[in-house]
């Protein structure tokens, strides 16, 4: 009875490529293809585009990305608003109104008292004139003046109360034109100015982080998708290899068994037979893989769901990192996304402290308006002194007292400042002991891949010896399948051992905040 290999399928299966990473990308890809076959399906396209052609098209087309910088354009703009607390509010105003009926003034009703008052009126003389004919025809018949002597006396009027009437002043015309223009500038604030400018710049750096973390995290997920898809594709064409390798010693076999040569029986046979069939099984799995990967790395980018990218390198490179621990974490404190939040979050907090220290402080403020209106009528208010005319005025406001308001608001402020100061030295230690764990992993990943590259060379050696010594009738059938399955096996471990070598370089990347490369100049 030939020897039983019921482990080797499923362990040749477990180096075959994972797409878990890959499946929420997957998944969204699937459901925009059910929602949009209501819809023109777009143009399907087949590219062919190396990783720096892929960085490109996706910092082009990626939808995350114009999100982040909408972020960035909103905080901008609430900047400006608070920038615009600096500069004098200037307003114009016109209008045409109308009444139902003139404006007047009521002028009630009222009493005069005029109390009691005594009046003497002294001796005199005074001239009289005597027209003439004023005793009869012809006396006298002439005007004669005539001297008249009056003696002193006193006239004594009593108390009275004179009534006035209430009056009716019409003051304007219905319709009524007018136009003005007011400013207002604050010529001293107590700093509550300078403290929401710098809370808006505050928000202005945390988008801007955030922006470079959606930038990262695209550069990382295509690099990903872009090595995954070549995976892919290595371990679809290994599978394929081995596949027609497994053929040809299956025809071997067969001919060995017919021809009754004595070290090969038909239980020899079947087995290979299974086997070939096996792998048969899941050289289409990873066919199906690498569509799968293709697929997903185009809708990263941001081509459309029927597309396709090819990546143009035939084999996932192998460098070899020659970052120091401390470089990186040095540098991951000037460029990681999350440590220019915090700090980002440390000027904004310093702001609302200043605004909130602000309302101890007195306000002083500039004012003033011009006016003018026109209405038909002449009277009233309508006067040429009062149709037009311009108001300066300057304020103040003091605060005496508020309930302790502003003391606890300040008290607050700096709690949320000492609160995420002390989440920076957390977020410290976390990057560090991060980068320091990733960084421990990479120098392992690097000793996996040396060791998985001495084993593929050691398993391809052996199949070829074998193969050849199977042929020559010296091996038995289980030493050549064994041996074409170490091969492949040994193959895609070493391929698959560079692929998280690269992943992890990404990670390292994503965290640091800075293409490791661009930054130390190594490449």
Known sequence: MGPKFDSRPSFFLSASIRLSRFVPALLILFCCTGSAQSQA???????????????????????????????????????????????????????????????????????????????????????VTIPAGAFGPGFPPA?????????????????????????????????????SGDFKLLLFDGGMRHGFGEQALGAVDAARAEAHRTDLEVAEEVTRLYYAAVLARQLAQLGNDTLVKMETTLKVTESLYQNGAGTVTKADYLDNKVMVETVRSMVAQLEQNEASAQAALAYTIGYSWNSTVIP???????????????????????????????????????????????????????????????????????????????????????????????????????????????????????????????????????????????????????????????????????????????????????EKALFDHRSLQGQIDLTVGKEIQTRLGQQ
């Open 41 to 127: 399906a777009p143009k399907a396209q087949t590219l062919t585009l190396s990783l720096p052609e892929c960085l490109q098209a996706a910092k082009e087309q990626n939808h995350s990305r114009p999100a982040s910088q909408f972020a960035v354009e909103i905080a901008e703009a609430e900047h400006r608003q608070a920038l615009a607390g600096y500069w004098p509010q200037v307003n114009v105003k016109g209008g045409v109104e109308r009444t139902d009926e003139p404006l007047n003034f009521e002028f009630p009703a009222s009493q005069m008292y005029i109390p009691s008052q005594s009046v003497t009126i002294p001796a005199g003389a005074a001239m």
């Open 143 to 179: 005007t004669v003046q005539l001297p008249v002597s009056f003696p002193s006396q006193t006239v004594t009027t009593p108390a009275q109360q004179f009534p006035i009437p209430a009056q009716t002043i019409k003051l304007l015309n219905p319709t009524t034109e007018t136009v």
């Open 312 to 494: 143009a390198d035939a084999e996932i490179p192998n460098l070899p990192s020659a970052e120091k621990l401390d470089d990186l974490v040095s540098a991951a404190y000037q460029f990681n996304p999350d440590w220019a939040k915090v700090e980002a979050g440390l000027r904004a907090f310093a702001g609302e402290r200043q605004t909130a220290a602000s309302g101890h402080s007195p306000k002083l403020a500039l004012t003033g308006e011009l006016h003018r209106f026109w209405n038909s009528y002449d009277g009233g208010i309508s006067t040429p002194q009062n149709r037009a005319g311009w108001v300066v005025g300057a304020g103040v406001e003091i605060p005496i007292f508020d309930g302790f308001l502003t003391n606890a608001k300040v008290a607050e402020a700096q709690a949320r400042i000492n609160k995420l100061k002390q989440e920076k030295i957390l977020l410290q230690e976390g990057i560090g002991l991060e980068l320091r764990d990733l960084f421990l992993k990479l120098n392992a990943s690097e000793k996996t891949c040396q060791a998985s590259h001495e084993a593929m060379t050691a398993a391809q050696e052996d199949d070829d010896v074998s193969t050849r010594g199977y042929g020559a009738g010296l091996l038995t059938t289980e030493k050549v399948i064994r041996a074409q399955l170490q091969s492949a096996l040994t193959t895609a471990q070493y």
